[in-house]
């Protein structure tokens, strides 16, 4: 069972910064996937980025990329994301989540509030 803890969430204007960290623990593997995923009021749940805890591979939603950066210390078994440039349309519930390779996504966090005003 892996547990996953996000924190780093905030308020923070246009154009602006924040980083979150996703702490996991328990059995983790070293050719799982750490994903990043935002649900803002009303819509879908969206992919924003994943990384693969191994190989260090990234991928990131067309909406982020040049943006966002996705990045993992596996000593500390954490994956982080450094958000600049935030735009109000980032403002979502962010989600950390983890899945085997190949695997979906069946491990995730209780979410942290991302706000970006204008």
């Known amino acids: 069972q892996v547990q996953l803890q996000e924190s780093g969430g905030g308020l923070v204007q246009a154009g602006g910064s924040l980083r979150l960290s996703c702490a996991a623990s328990?059995?983790?593997?070293?050719?799982?996937?750490m994903g990043w995923f935002r649900q803002a009021p009303g819509k879908e749940r969206e992919f924003v980025s994943s990384?693969?805890?191994?190989?260090?591979?990234?991928t990131y939603a067309d909406s982020v990329k040049g943006r966002f950066t996705i990045s993992r210390d596996n000593a500390k078994n954490t994956v982080y994301l450094q958000m600049n440039s935030l735009k109000p349309e980032d403002t979502a519930v962010y989600y950390c989540?983890?899945?085997?390779?190949?695997?979906?996504?069946?491990?995730w966090g209780q979410g942290t509030q991302v706000t970006v005003t204008s």
């Open positions: 328990g059995r983790t593997f070293s050719n799982a996937v």
């Open positions: 989540a983890f899945r085997r390779n190949p695997g979906t996504y069946d491990h």
């Open positions: 990384i693969n805890w191994g190989s260090g591979s990234t």
